[in-house]
């Protein structure tokens, strides 16, 4: 659960909605919180099926940065990053992963608390105006202040730390400077190392 601070936080759940399922059908699991420059409470629909949903179709082309691969950051000395933070080539594959022993046990347990400390973070920052780059650029300063790595930044040559799909974008939206409006609906996902 959120905490109080990042009640602002959009979001946007579906629910396992089958193919044949219509719009007014999703709208039924769309739970829409706005973003308001007056107010840091959350309007949630009471009845959501006579509430008829609205948000700006976001059109990638509009605001993709093609120099965005030249831009991406570099962690400072001491964190320790994944092979795949120069090159931004992710070798083959492994068999498996095992998590047998406790260090590594507790390195995943400590990654998943600081991502979630993160998105509560991006969630108390959001507000009517903001870019998802400058929300970016808060995810990578306050990781790596952290000690740790944004999982995201240079796998596959993805230029940014975290994804942020706005409206109509389904899922790993890149950062843009396209600013947040009242009503938008906004996934943020964070992933550290």
Avoid: W
Wanted: net charge positive.
């Amino acid at each position: 659960m959120f905490d109080a601070a990042c009640s602002r936080l959009v979001s946007l759940s579906l629910r396992s909605l089958r193919c044949n399922e219509t719009l007014e059908a999703a709208q039924l699991y769309r739970r829409q919180v706005h973003l308001s420059a007056s107010s840091s409470s959350s309007t949630v629909p009471r009845n959501p099926a006579s509430t008829a949903v609205r948000f700006n179709l976001v059109q990638p082309h509009l605001h993709y940065d093609p120099d965005a691969r030249s831009k991406i950051r570099r962690v400072p000395r001491g964190v320790i990053a994944p092979p795949y933070a120069t090159a931004g080539h992710v070798g083959p594959a492994r068999k498996q992963t095992n998590l047998h022993s406790l260090p590594r046990i507790d390195g995943v347990r400590n990654a998943c608390k600081l991502a979630r400390k993160t998105l509560n973070y991006l969630g108390s920052q959001l507000k009517v105006g903001l870019t998802t780059d400058e929300l970016d650029e808060m995810a990578f300063d306050y990781i790596v202040r952290h000690d740790a790595y944004p999982s995201p930044l240079n796998y596959m040559n993805y230029p940014k730390s975290i994804c942020t799909s706005v409206n109509n974008v389904a899922c790993h939206g890149m950062p843009d400077r396209r600013p947040l409006m009242d009503g938008d609906i906004l996934n943020v996902d964070v992933s550290v190392s």
